[in-house]
Structures are given as C-alpha cells and as structure tokens.
C-alpha cells in the first residue's frame, strides 16, 4: 500500500477533530445534571425509591384516615372494574358494550363474556371498592 499524502493526512486529522469536538459537545449537551436521578449510584437509587415508596405510603394512610381514596391509577382502575361488574349484574345500559370489549380481550375464549356476567348476577365477582348497600 502506498502511504497517503501529506495533505490529505491533514485534512483527515482536522476533520477527526473537528467530529471529536462536536461529539463532546453533544455529550456534554445531553449529560445528566448533577444531581439528577440519572447520575445516581444503584445504591442512591435504591435509597431514592426506598424514601419515594415511604412517602407514598403515608399519603394513603393520610387519605384513608380522612375517609378518602387517593386518585390513583390503581384505585381508579379498581373503581371502573367495579362499575363495569355492577353494569354487568344489574343489565344497566352499557353491559353490552362491557361485554364487547370482553369479548375483544378473550376472543381466544369466547365463552368467557357471558361467564363474567353471570358470575356477576349471582355475586360470585363483586365489586372491591365500592360498597354496595
């Protein structure tokens, strides 16, 4: 092989430091600041969660104390499941479309929409949050 020439090996050179350069730069640009939750060792992180999971807990011991349920995502989804049973037992308006989209989620297992109703009707499956009178 023949050895480039002298000038090409220097725009060559330029040019890698000129992509080093802007690399760096965008690294930079995209770093975590310091002391962001990106930056933190696995046992800071660990710690992090540890504290997080400790002040969640006491917000829904404040909130069932107080008579109330916090907002959220799983108490919310345990509410429209116990609104969509209570729809299914009683044949409220709506049950077929609750039916429908059991039928979509099982359609492997078409038996199973009429199964959760009837389930439903006989208070086999009841409702977790609500309390029925």
């Known amino acids: 092989m023949k050895p480039a020439p002298q000038s090409l090996d220097a725009s ?29 060792s696995a046992d800071q992180r660990r710690e992090y969660f540890r504290v997080a ?4 807990r006491a917000r829904a011991r404040a909130a069932a104390g107080a008579g109330a349920v916090e907002p959220n995502t799983r108490n919310v989804r345990d509410a429209l499941a116990d609104a969509a049973l209570m ?17 979509k989620v099982f359609r492997e297992r078409p038996g199973v929409p009429i199964s959760v109703q009837h389930r439903a009707k006989v208070g086999k499956m009841r409702p977790k949050r609500v309390a029925l009178s």
């Open 12 to 40: 060559k050179s330029k040019a890698d430091a000129a992509l080093m350069e802007l690399y760096q730069l965008l690294a930079k640009r995209n770093a975590p600041k310091a002391g962001s939750f990106t930056s933190l």
């Open 53 to 56: 999971r400790r002040r969640s």
């Open 87 to 103: 729809i299914l037992a009683t044949d409220a308006p709506g049950a077929d479309l609750v039916l429908e989209v059991l039928a």
